[in-house]
């Protein structure tokens, strides 16, 4: 069936320092939205990606959606205590909304 | 603009009985989805429903239920709950389809617990 794969399941950086999670698609997909969770919280939408090679950025976030439209990318610089929580990715393929399982980021004491 | 509210918030049930969740969709939003989510997982799709219609469902047993009414407002229901159904049930309205370029809005979620 079709899935979308995130990476990393978890990533552990220090304040400060930069993050990035990448979803891939095992087939085409027509768009991509980014949610982000914060623990305790519910989804809350970033950004949406339309198009082929498009780049989004929010402040530090960077958001990138591949030429094949098969893989994105969220990229956060300078992490900080804000920043904590599970960003999902969710891409639409053939009129099915598939969600990625998360990268959860967590800020080192 | 209210956002998505969901009743109730937390539930307690024992294995065998069943269960209804409602959400009620931001004004003028036409679509609810329904997603579990247990811990370390991801967000499990259920089912959307659109114009009181189910458009989309995933691969859940048919002991998970919903519908829509004329207003918007959805339900879910689950029968002969079992224990791996204790999760956190969240809803999400949207102007449109999900899977149309609509963007989601989320309810703060019903956690399920099952004895």
């Known amino acids: 069936g079709q899935q979308v794969m995130q990476i990393p399941q978890y990533q552990h950086v220090q304040e400060g320092e930069d993050f990035t999670t990448y979803c891939n698609s095992s087939t085409t997909l027509s768009n991509i939205q980014w949610y982000k969770q914060r623990p305790g919280g519910h989804p809350v939408f970033l950004i949406q990606?339309?198009?082929s090679g498009e780049v989004k950025k929010q402040k530090r976030l960077t958001f990138q959606f591949g030429e094949a439209k098969k893989n994105s990318s969220l990229h956060i610089t300078a992490t900080q205590t804000t920043d904590v929580g599970t960003y999902f990715c969710a891409g639409n393929s053939n009129y099915q909304l598939i969600w990625g399982a998360g990268t959860k980021l967590i800020i080192k004491p | 603009k209210a956002g998505v509210t969901q009743t109730p918030r937390y539930l307690i049930k024992t294995r065998g009985q069943q269960v209804t969740l409602s959400c009620s969709p931001i004004s003028g939003h036409r679509s609810v989805s329904w997603y579990q989510q247990t811990p370390g997982q991801g967000l499990q799709f259920l089912f959307e429903?659109?114009?009181?219609?189910?458009?989309n469902k995933g691969n859940f047993p048919g002991r998970f239920s919903g519908r829509q009414f004329s207003n918007s407002r959805s339900e879910m229901n689950v029968s002969t709950l079992e224990l791996g159904d204790s999760a956190l049930y969240l809803c999400?309205?949207?102007?449109?389809?999900?899977?149309?370029?609509?963007?989601?809005?989320f309810g703060p979620g019903t956690r399920l617990t099952v004895l």
């Open positions: 429903y659109f114009s009181e219609t189910q458009r």
């Open positions: 990606l339309v198009k």
């Open positions: 999400a309205s949207s102007l449109g389809l999900a899977t149309s370029y609509n963007e989601q809005f």
